[in-house]
């Protein structure tokens, strides 16, 4: 069985590894490759050996060799690619560069043209050549054992003649390398040990690729009669020290090369570094040794050797394989790093970094109380757990990110202390910077405990603290709460003090303050976010208040998302105090926010169920925005001119509302939260509930009650409708001023819609004749409504469509079903006619998405875009743009964070993720024909929220000329079951953004 080279080498293999490089060229002479070559012209020659085969054709002089097809790793395959280009480059061929016919090749590719499907002569034409040299790698076979290495190549080459337009040579050659080792320093000048057997693979490989190169350079036809050519100079082997990479600042990158002596000979390794020389240690001996400095970076980078013979003039150009990076860019600085105590242990943690590459090593250093410094080996893992502490000693640590190449990053320090766990029992002064651990909670607090002034206490996230009755909390400096939204800080106990007095801001995060008669005072700056008090009060003299602001005392305190519940009165500001909330919410006082003299901000806030949700009085400055109120029996009550911009009223009915905003408090209609004069929207509210009026308490009734709420609102619209309501109640004008006022309303109403375009007001004329009975006639002249309805709703909506379509419109949509809003608004006798108006409102928006299906609209562009996982999407794809959806395509298959974030890039609010599941058949028609039976499975997600929305199933077949043709088919039939639920749920989340953006 055969074992994989690795850190715990038998005592042989190390042994063989210690001495590979001793072998050298020794080892490849008398135990080296063995060579099997295989070569034929044109004419059918046989075998032959390692000399040239005499071809009767003229020979190519200036050829392009193509990309290598076969086994292997591209980086293989190109390695032994660029070795025959350098060999053959040293014949009296004119080899055009690698770089040169990639380049024309996806020029080629960018306009539309399939390389593999063009011919050689037209390849030929294109590159510029008269010849083309195939190389197919038919076997890459590596195999490890211990030290020992057995590696094998075989490729098959061809040069095709563009003259004779046939292939005039071809060879198959294989190399093998069976020794026990082999030296990575063929020149004596670079020294490398073989530690492991990925590092001896990539070795071995560079050496087989250029001894490849020579053979075929030893076997292919040469051009004669170009007198022209001047023989360039001798190279007999090139080298570098690639597989120590990826190198780094201070770290040295080896060039080598043996050939005839006397020679100028340079190298360049990227734009930054050209023109190296390389220096004659001995007679035929080049050597370059480049120290890496701050810049240099570049990524598989190929060496480029330049070779002049300064007699003739002759020069040879030269690719070294084996790519080398050089990287000198340091990672970043280590984050959030994090020290928790463990029992008799300190735990350390951080975020790893993603560093592209990876490879990244992090080196963790202590520094003890006594200045000794202790290194800990690295490590690939973003945790470390120091296990030879002493409790009670504090431990400073730093973590230093290091690269492969490595380069280190900034480090990054954190301290901790050595503890035991809890129950832990504090008190007295913290007269230092301090932080509280969960790991030693609870912490029992008795007496007094007081944070003195310029010293910051840190509670951490999962901290409870317990506080006995009477005891007391200060903070004359600052207290700095980190709760999260997983582990909140816990403070409880009845009958305590929590006082804040100091000029710095101590911060609160998820702090949850619950218990009995607990004392808060606020005489300094506090910041308040995501937390919660309960059974929290101020002492005398205002025995019910919280968190109250003292008189004449400048203080700044700033609530967020705060909490406050059962309790008598809510928030007091008063004269010289100044407060600024935001997301709180005010729940369940007899007054939820008290103002009297003091300056108060409140922005995004809730007044829920109070008896008086905002009280103002006295010499106050207060400034509102988007506040809303809902279930208080007094929404806002002020003694001086107070103004409610952009705020939110639950009320359904107007003149409600105008009794619960009382004194000098106004609604600012103009800055509403719709961005609209709101009196509109009452308005609006009021018609639509006009209709329901009409059916339960009569015309007469409803239109009175109409009038009454149209009393309360000012403006030539409310007065107008009024006009028209007076018109149609009283009935007694002429039936052709009813009608014309009628149709005044609905222009009104559409007049008023158009900017959302969500209900559209239509207006029906029908009559039925008098024979019919009442009921019979009603419904009669129902469905004549209905059916105009759609006429009407065809031609406006479908001006030019033919009436073909319309009836296959009637079939497929019920117009009247989407009618919110059906009332009769006049009723008449006419001798032997019964006539009547109808006010009908529809749903357009809801109606547009089935029309889109049918063909008969294009929608309009959407604001929505749907980012689609690559793989299997493309029928979807193609059906989304069809329907003018925006479609972005990510790389990738699987619905991960890294989807979600590239969408998320990409500025998309939707994921799309195809699977498919297909199974190949014969198909029963005919043998050629084959059957793709499969199923598909379309999951919607959520980019934000990072959640399915919902999910898509179908199954289906189909049937081709080749399996690529029968499960396109297959896809589409399935794609075509699930395009209508599909369309309709985008349609649906499309029309619910553009209603929330407005």
Request: charged fraction near 25%.
């Amino acid at each position: 069985m055969f074992l994989r080279l690795n850190c715990k080498t038998t005592l042989l293999s190390l042994l063989l590894c210690l001495l590979l490089p001793l072998w050298g060229d020794a080892v490849a002479a008398s135990k080296s490759d063995d060579v099997v070559s295989k070569s034929e012209n044109a004419l059918g020659l046989g075998e032959g050996d390692l000399q040239r085969q005499k071809v009767k054709e003229v020979v190519p002089h200036r050829i392009a060799i193509m990309p290598a097809t076969g086994e292997g790793e591209h980086g293989v395959r190109e390695d032994i690619r660029t070795a025959i280009h350098n060999h053959l480059s040293s014949l009296t061929f004119d080899v055009i560069k690698p770089f040169i016919i990639d380049s024309r090749i996806t020029r080629m590719q960018e306009q539309g043209l399939a390389v593999d499907k063009l011919s050689p002569e037209e390849l030929a034409t294109r590159f510029d050549v008269n010849g083309l040299l195939y190389l197919h790698v038919d076997k890459v076979e590596k195999l490890y054992v211990a030290a020992y290495a057995h590696y094998k190549i075989n490729i098959t080459a061809s040069l095709y003649s563009a003259k004779d337009k046939k292939i005039i040579w071809k060879s198959s050659q294989s190399v093998v390398e069976r020794a026990g080792g082999i030296s990575l320093n063929p020149l004596g000048i670079l020294a490398t040990a073989i530690t492991s057997a990925s590092i001896l693979g990539d070795s071995v490989r560079i050496m087989l690729t250029d001894k490849l190169g020579r053979e075929i350079a030893a076997l292919i036809p040469t051009p004669k009669g170009r007198g022209d050519v001047i023989a360039p100079p001798k190279l007999f082997l090139a080298s570098s020290n690639a597989v120590e990479g990826p190198f780094g600042m201070g770290m040295e990158v080896k060039v080598g090369a043996k050939a005839e002596p006397g020679l100028i000979v340079t190298v360049d390794l990227g734009d930054k570094l050209k023109k190296l020389p390389l220096l004659e240690v001995e007679k035929g001996k080049y050597i370059a040794s480049i120290v890496v400095k701050e810049g240099y970076d570049a990524q598989k980078l190929v060496p480029h050797l330049l070779l002049i013979n300064p007699k003739s003039r002759s020069r040879l150009e030269w690719d070294i394989p084996g790519r080398i990076d050089i990287d000198t860019v340091p990672p970043e600085q280590v984050q959030h790093v994090m020290a928790n105590p463990l029992l008799h242990a300190i735990q350390l943690s951080w975020q790893p970094l993603k560093q592209s590459g990876g490879n990244l090593k992090y080196l963790v250093e202590r520094l003890s109380q006594n200045g000794e410094v202790t290194a800990f080996p690295k490590t690939a893992v973003s945790t470390f757990t120091d296990n030879d502490v002493v409790i009670g000693e504090t431990y400073h640590y730093r973590i230093t990110a290091i690269d492969s190449a490595g380069n280190r990053g900034l480090s990054a320090p954190v301290a901790m202390m050595a503890m035991n766990p809890g129950p832990t029992k504090i008190s007295g002064l913290i007269e230092v910077d301090a932080e509280l651990y969960s790991f030693g909670s609870p912490y029992m607090i008795t007496g007094s405990l007081r944070v003195m002034p310029k010293v910051t206490l840190l509670v951490h996230a999962g901290v409870f603290l317990q506080l006995n009755e009477h005891s007391k909390f200060e903070v004359l400096g600052a207290l700095q709460v980190d709760g999260d939204k997983k582990n909140p800080v816990h403070i409880e106990g009845d009958g305590w003090e929590l006082k804040f007095k100091s000029g710095q801001r101590s911060l609160l995060k998820y702090l949850k303050v619950s218990g009995a008669h607990t004392k808060l005072i606020v005489d300094g700056k506090v910041d308040i976010q995501q937390s919660s008090f309960t059974g929290v009060y101020q002492p005398e003299p205002l025995p019910t208040k919280i968190l109250h602001i003292p008189q004449n005392i400048a203080a700044a305190l700033s609530l967020h998302t705060v909490d406050h519940r059962k309790m008598k009165k809510g928030l007091s500001i008063l004269s010289g105090a100044q407060l600024k909330i935001d997301h709180v919410l005010v729940q369940g006082y007899e007054i939820g926010l008290f103002v009297d003299g003091g300056k108060l901000s409140a922005a995004d806030s809730r007044f829920l169920d109070n008896e008086i949700g905002l009280w103002v009085q006295g010499n106050s400055h207060l400034s509102s925005e988007k506040l809303r109120f809902a279930n208080n029996r007094v929404h806002a009550k002020s003694s001086l001119p107070l103004r409610l911009d952009r705020s939110f009223f639950a009320e359904n009915n107007f003149l409600s509302l105008l009794g619960k905003v009382q004194g000098k408090a106004k609604i600012n209609w103009k800055k509403s939260v719709t961005g609209e004069d709101d009196r509109q929207t009452w308005l609006m509210q009021q018609v639509r509930q006009f209709g329901s009026k009409i059916a339960t308490e009569g015309f007469p009734a409803a239109a009175l009650e109409m009038n009454q709420t149209l009393q309360a609102i000012s403006g030539e619209d409310s007065q107008f409708i009024k006009e028209v309501l007076e018109t149609l109640r009283s009935g007694t004008l002429p039936r052709k001023h009813q009608a014309a006022s009628a149709t005044a309303l609905k222009l009104f109403l559409n007049k008023h819609y158009h900017k959302d375009k969500q209900l559209k007001f239509w207006l029906q004329e029908v009559d039925v004749g008098l024979s019919a009975s009442t009921t019979h006639s009603n419904l009669y002249m129902r469905q004549r409504a209905d059916s105009k309805l759609k006429m009407d709703f065809m031609r406006n909506r479908l001006p030019g469509v033919s009436p073909f379509k319309y009836r296959r419109l009637a079939r497929s949509i019920d117009i009247a079903s989407y009618t919110p809003l059906t009332f009769l608004l006049y009723n008449a006798k006419d001798r032997s006619r019964k006539r009547g108006w109808f006010l009908r409102a529809t749903y357009n928006h809801k109606i547009d998405p089935l029309l889109v299906q049918e063909g008969l609209i294009k929608r309009p562009p959407s604001n929505v875009l749907i980012s689609l996982l690559a793989k299997d999407s493309s029928v979807v794809s193609a059906l989304l743009r069809e329907k003018n959806l925006r479609v972005d395509t990510l790389i990738g298959n699987a619905v991960n964070k890294e989807a979600f974030a590239q969408a998320a890039m990409l500025g998309s609010q939707l994921l799309i993720q195809v699977v498919k599941i297909a199974q190949q058949g014969k198909s029963g028609l005919s043998s050629r024909l084959v059957q793709v039976s499969g199923r598909i499975e379309l999951g919607l997600y959520d980019v934000k929220k990072q959640v399915n929305i919902k999910s898509f199933y179908a199954e289906s077949s189909g049937v081709g000329f080749s399996e690529n043709e029968a499960e396109g088919k297959m896809m589409k039939s399935a794609v075509k079951k699930i395009e209508n639920e599909l369309l309709n749920t985008l349609f649906a989340y499309d029309s619910k953004q553009d209603d929330s953006k407005k």
